[in-house]
């Protein structure tokens, strides 16, 4: 029978009590640590931003807002089961809110503009 808590992660080459030891020492608040997962997923974090929104800026900014978070706030990612899902996740609802908070903006300009094109008929 196969140990899970010794098993390759497939992407990573790392094991799964590996990657659990790092993300307990993140929660601990070990920068090093960090610095491995952020290395280690970064760019991954980056290409899959690419895939849901197509704007390199807008997602490099998710993907550096959602490490800081984790780097300002390491003790709640004490509970977390699976780090990388935890992460992707993350990021996706970083970009959909970055998404609608643009259609907004977008929309308020929209408006603003048909209301200054009005305001110069009258």
């Known amino acids: ?55 390199l800026d807008t997602v490099t900014d998710a993907v550096q807002d959602l490490f800081v978070w984790i780097l300002r706030n390491p003790g709640k990612i004490r509970c977390v089961e699976n780090f990388e899902i935890y992460l992707f996740q993350s990021l996706k609802r970083n970009l959909q809110q970055a998404m609608k908070k643009q259609l907004r903006k977008s929309m308020a300009e929209r408006t603003t503009f048909r209301q200054a094109q009005c305001d110069t008929r009258t």
């Open 1 to 55: 029978m196969r140990d899970t808590m010794n098993s390759k992660n497939e992407n990573s080459g790392l094991t799964t009590r590996k990657w659990t030891f790092l993300v307990s020492r993140v929660a601990d608040g070990d920068e090093q640590a960090f610095g491995e997962i952020y290395l280690h997923f970064y760019n991954k974090l980056l290409r899959y931003g690419c895939i849901i929104l197509p704007s």
